[in-house]
């Protein structure tokens, strides 16, 4: 018999199949580790920065990338980990490509997770968290550089039209930086429903 860390990985599971499976191939699952898998390597195909060239951004469109759901998962002190495997230069990546994904709630699922991960690398502003960067250099530079972001406008989910929640995202923004505006995202129910295979942290206890 199931216990409930196996039902939501396999929630998961499902989940992100679908949402591959109706990325018109900008997200694809390469690989997975688990039954139900705990482990995933993920491609994404959007455009990201890869490194600087003095001061011009070097760009890439394919990127690899891993994620470990550690044994307490979904516990709220047990996040998601994330390490990219092809290289990206950005504010929340450390030199050693574990990524900063910022606050992390049980209530996230895998694909909300994994879509607000595509957002992040492509280097949405309301990502940014300039009191906690993991690479410093590229904070700066990307303060300096706002009308080249977003670098890329993949949404991973076909045509439906899916808004991150804002408790997911990074919680501070760019500071006193001028605001641009950003055009209406309607609201929809959300990549994760709620239903019958959805498994929180509570339902573990």
Same mark, same amino acid.
């Given at each position: %018999?199931?216990?409930? +860390? *196996?039902?939501?990985?396999?929630?998961?599971? *499902?989940?992100?199949? +679908?949402?591959?499976?109706?990325?018109?191939g900008?997200?694809?699952?390469? =690989?997975?580790k688990?039954? #139900?898998?705990?482990?995933?390597t993920?491609?994404?195909?959007?455009?990201?920065?890869e490194?600087?060239?003095?001061?011009? !951004?070097?760009?890439?469109?394919?990127?690899?990338?891993?994620?470990?759901?550690?044994?307490?998962? !979904?516990?709220?002190?047990? &996040?998601?980990?994330?390490?990219?495997?092809?290289?990206?230069?950005? !504010?929340?990546?450390?030199?050693?490509?574990?990524?900063? %994904?910022?606050?992390?709630?049980?209530s996230?699922?895998?694909?909300?997770?994994?879509?607000?991960?595509? /957002?992040?690398? =492509? $280097?949405?502003?309301?990502?940014?968290?300039?009191?906690? !960067?993991?690479?410093?250099? /590229?904070? *700066?530079?990307?303060?300096?550089?706002?009308?080249?972001?977003?670098?890329?406008?993949?949404t991973?989910?076909?045509?439906?039209?899916? =808004?991150?929640? #804002? =408790?997911?995202? %990074?919680?501070?923004?760019?500071?006193?930086?001028? &605001?641009?505006?950003?055009?209406?995202?309607?609201d929809? #129910?959300?990549?994760?429903?709620?239903?019958? *295979? $959805?498994?929180?942290?509570?339902?573990?206890?």
């Amino acid at each position: %018999m199931c216990n409930a +860390r *196996d039902l939501r990985l396999q929630s998961d599971f *499902d989940n992100l199949r +679908r949402l591959a499976a109706n990325s018109g191939g900008t997200l694809a699952i390469e =690989q997975t580790k688990g039954s #139900p898998p705990d482990q995933y390597t993920l491609l994404y195909r959007c455009r990201t920065i890869e490194r600087l060239d003095g001061s011009t !951004p070097v760009y890439r469109s394919v990127n690899r990338v891993e994620i470990k759901l550690p044994a307490r998962y !979904p516990a709220p002190f047990d &996040a998601p980990k994330v390490r990219m495997l092809t290289p990206v230069w950005h !504010p929340h990546v450390y030199k050693n490509l574990v990524v900063c %994904m910022g606050d992390w709630t049980t209530s996230e699922y895998l694909d909300a997770f994994v879509l607000r991960l595509g /957002a992040l690398l =492509q $280097f949405e502003r309301e990502f940014f968290d300039i009191r906690d !960067p993991a690479n410093e250099e /590229a904070i *700066d530079w990307a303060r300096r550089n706002l009308l080249l972001f977003p670098t890329d406008t993949c949404t991973f989910h076909g045509d439906r039209p899916i =808004q991150i929640s #804002p =408790q997911s995202a %990074m919680h501070t923004t760019m500071g006193t930086l001028p &605001a641009i505006e950003e055009p209406a995202i309607e609201d929809h #129910p959300g990549p994760s429903n709620v239903g019958s *295979d $959805f498994v929180l942290w509570e339902d573990l206890n």
